[in-house]
């Protein structure tokens, strides 16, 4: 009997997930908006890049006698500093329409990555990036603002959606002003 109702919540369940969209039930909130709270986390390697990579032994890498090596500060690293293959997150072919000098900044901040990359030193990313890092982040939704707690190096984000003015300080994490659309 088990096995049989196990069985059954299972085809339940993706007979479910099978479903367009906007047939499933949304949460929302009293106002109408969708409800967003809750524990959240990325499952692919946007972190590394956007675009579709292949997997390799560093994001930094140097001239070996045969091909590429990992440059010598990331050998230190070990396998942190290595880069997991991802299919990419960009929608419509994968890539993004850099201009010819955007790709070559690319670049060349992929050549120089232990030295301008903030969370090789343990500082925030920032915003969108904070939000694709593999781990854990939590969204605490109200009528007047959405609260975004990361995991990593204990960032914040609270994104006002009534507007209070100007930023009295500067926060690492911007200050967020947003509106519903839609």
Same mark, same amino acid.
């Given at each position: 009997?088990?096995?049989?109702? @196990?069985?059954?919540?299972? /085809?339940?369940?993706?007979?479910?997930?099978?479903?367009?969209?906007?047939?499933?039930?949304? =949460?929302?909130?009293?106002? @109408?908006? #969708?409800?967003?709270? @809750?524990?959240?986390?990325?499952?692919?390697?946007? &972190?590394?890049?956007?675009? #579709?990579?292949?997997?390799?032994?560093?994001?930094? *890498?140097?001239?070996?006698?045969?091909?590429?090596?990992?440059?010598?500060?990331?050998?230190?690293?070990?396998?942190?500093?290595?880069? =997991?293959?991802?299919?990419? /997150?960009?929608?419509? @072919?994968?890539?993004?329409?850099?201009?010819?000098?955007?790709?070559?900044?690319?670049?060349?901040?992929?050549? &120089?990555?232990?030295?301008?990359?903030?969370? /090789?030193?343990?500082?925030?990313? !920032? *915003?969108?990036?904070?939000?694709?890092? =593999?781990? =854990? $982040?939590?969204?605490?939704?109200?009528?007047?603002? *959405? $609260?975004? +707690?990361?995991? $990593? +190096? !204990?960032?914040?984000?609270?994104?006002?959606?009534?507007?209070? !003015? #100007?930023?009295? /300080?500067?926060?690492?994490?911007?200050?967020?002003?947003?509106?519903?659309? !839609?």
């Amino acid at each position: 009997m088990r096995v049989s109702v @196990g069985v059954l919540a299972l /085809v339940l369940g993706l007979g479910v997930a099978a479903q367009p969209a906007a047939a499933q039930d949304v =949460p929302r909130l009293s106002d @109408g908006r #969708p409800d967003m709270n @809750g524990i959240w986390q990325v499952l692919n390697e946007a &972190n590394y890049d956007l675009e #579709p990579h292949m997997a390799r032994h560093s994001l930094q *890498v140097r001239e070996g006698p045969v091909g590429p090596v990992p440059s010598i500060p990331t050998l230190r690293m070990g396998a942190v500093g290595a880069v =997991p293959g991802s299919l990419g /997150v960009i929608v419509g @072919g994968g890539k993004i329409p850099y201009t010819p000098e955007a790709r070559a900044l690319k670049e060349e901040n992929v050549a &120089n990555w232990i030295d301008r990359d903030p969370e /090789v030193k343990c500082y925030m990313p !920032g *915003v969108p990036r904070a939000t694709y890092i =593999p781990m =854990p $982040f939590q969204i605490i939704q109200s009528e007047t603002d *959405v $609260f975004i +707690a990361y995991q $990593f +190096a !204990g960032a914040v984000r609270d994104i006002y959606l009534d507007n209070p !003015g #100007p930023s009295q /300080v500067d926060s690492w994490m911007g200050w967020s002003v947003g509106h519903w659309e !839609g």
